[in-house]
C-alpha cells in the first residue's frame, strides 16, 4: 500500500502551513552556490501543491520569504526575487491545470514592483479557481501582522467603530492577513530545524508541528504524505484530557 493510501480522507487537515527551510544547505552540500538551492526548491513547492490540491485540502500556506530575510546578502535578495518573477510566471499553467487559486500575505508593498506586477497577475488569472487556496507569505512576518492588526484595531476603537469590550478572538483574527482562512492544523517545517521563525504566531495557537530532517530541495510528495500521516496519528485535545476527546 501506498503512503497516499495509508491517509484517511476524513481526517485529512483542512489547512497545512510549511516553513519551507533548507535550500541554502542543500546548495552547499553539493558544492553550489545558494541559489542553486533556492532553484531546486521550486520542484519542492509544486510538488507539494499539487499533491495538496489532489487530496483535496483546501489551503496550504508557503512561507516563502520572511521579513528578516531582506537582512540577507543584496546579491541573494535579489536573486531571490527575480526567481520569485520567473517561478510565479512558469508557474502559472500549474496552479490552472490544478484548480488552484493564488494568493499573497506579507507586506508586499515593500517587494520589488515586478514581483508585484507578476503576482497580481496571477492572483487575477487563477482568483476564479475553486479547488486549493496557495497562499505565499512574502516579506511577512507574524510580528508585522500583528502590528498592522493591533493599529486598525486602534484606529477603529479611537473612530467608535468598535467597543474595547468587543475585542476578541474572532475581531483579531479578522484583522489578520489570513482573515477569513481556517488556522491551520498541520505546521511543518523542514530541515531539522526546531522553531517557528516569526511565522503566523497567533494562528498557529493549537496547530500540530511537525519537523523533518529533509532539506526544502528534496522533499517531495512522499514526505507531505508522511508528515499527513503522522499528524492523523496524533491526539488534538485543545486542553481537554484524552478521555474527553475519545468519548
Ligand atoms: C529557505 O532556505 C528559503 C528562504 C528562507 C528564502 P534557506 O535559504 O533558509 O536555507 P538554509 O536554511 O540557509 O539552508
Ligand atoms: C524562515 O527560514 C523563513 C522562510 C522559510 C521563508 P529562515 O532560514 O529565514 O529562518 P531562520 O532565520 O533560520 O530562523
Ligand atoms: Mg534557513
Known amino acids: 500500500m501506498s503512503l497516499k493510501d495509508e491517509l484517511k480522507q476524513d481526517r485529512l487537515p483542512s489547512h497545512v502551513a510549511i516553513i519551507m527551510d533548507?535550500?541554502?544547505?542543500?546548495?552547499?552540500?553539493?558544492?553550489?552556490?545558494?541559489?542553486?538551492?533556492?532553484?531546486?526548491?521550486v520542484t519542492a513547492v509544486?510538488?507539494?501543491?499539487e499533491s495538496a490540491a489532489e487530496l483535496g485540502i483546501n489551503f496550504l500556506t508557503l512561507y516563502a520569504f520572511s521579513t528578516e530575510n531582506w537582512s540577507r546578502p543584496k546579491t541573494e535578495v535579489d536573486a531571490l526575487m527575480s526567481l520569485l518573477v520567473s517561478t510565479i510566471s512558469s508557474e502559472t499553467s500549474t496552479l490552472m491545470k490544478n484548480n488552484v487559486k493564488l494568493n499573497a500575505i506579507g507586506c508586499t508593498e515593500s517587494l520589488p514592483s515586478s514581483v508585484q506586477a507578476k503576482l497580481d497577475t496571477c492572483i487575477q488569472k487563477?482568483?476564479?479557481?475553486?479547488?486549493?487556496?496557495?497562499?505565499?507569505a512574502l516579506s511577512y512576518s507574524s510580528r508585522w501582522e500583528i502590528i498592522e492588526a493591533v493599529k486598525q484595531i486602534a484606529a477603529d476603537v479611537k473612530d467608535n467603530q468598535l467597543n474595547i469590550d468587543d475585542i476578541s478572538a474572532d475581531v483579531i483574527s479578522n484583522r489578520m492577513a489570513?482573515?477569513?482562512?481556517p488556522d491551520?492544523?498541520?505546521m511543518i517545517r523542514t530541515s531539522g530545524e526546531h522553531r517557528i521563525s516569526n511565522f503566523l504566531l497567533w494562528q498557529l495557537a493549537y496547530s500540530e508541528l511537525y519537523f523533518c530532517d529533509i532539506l526544502w530541495p528534496d522533499f517531495?510528495?512522499?514526505?507531505?504524505?508522511r508528515a499527513l500521516l503522522d499528524f492523523q496519528g496524533r491526539e488534538r485535545r485543545f486542553?481537554?484530557?484524552?478521555?474527553?476527546?475519545?468519548?
Open 22 to 41: 533548507g535550500n541554502g544547505r542543500w546548495a552547499k552540500k553539493r558544492g553550489n552556490s545558494r541559489m542553486f538551492g533556492h532553484k531546486h526548491g
Open 46 to 49: 509544486r510538488e507539494v501543491t
Open 126 to 136: 487563477t482568483s476564479a479557481n475553486t479547488g486549493l487556496t496557495l497562499t505565499l
Open 178 to 181: 489570513t482573515s477569513g482562512i
Open 184 to 186: 491551520p492544523e498541520l
Open 220 to 225: 517531495r510528495r512522499d514526505d507531505f504524505y
Open 239 to 247: 486542553g481537554k484530557t484524552g478521555d474527553q476527546i475519545k468519548k
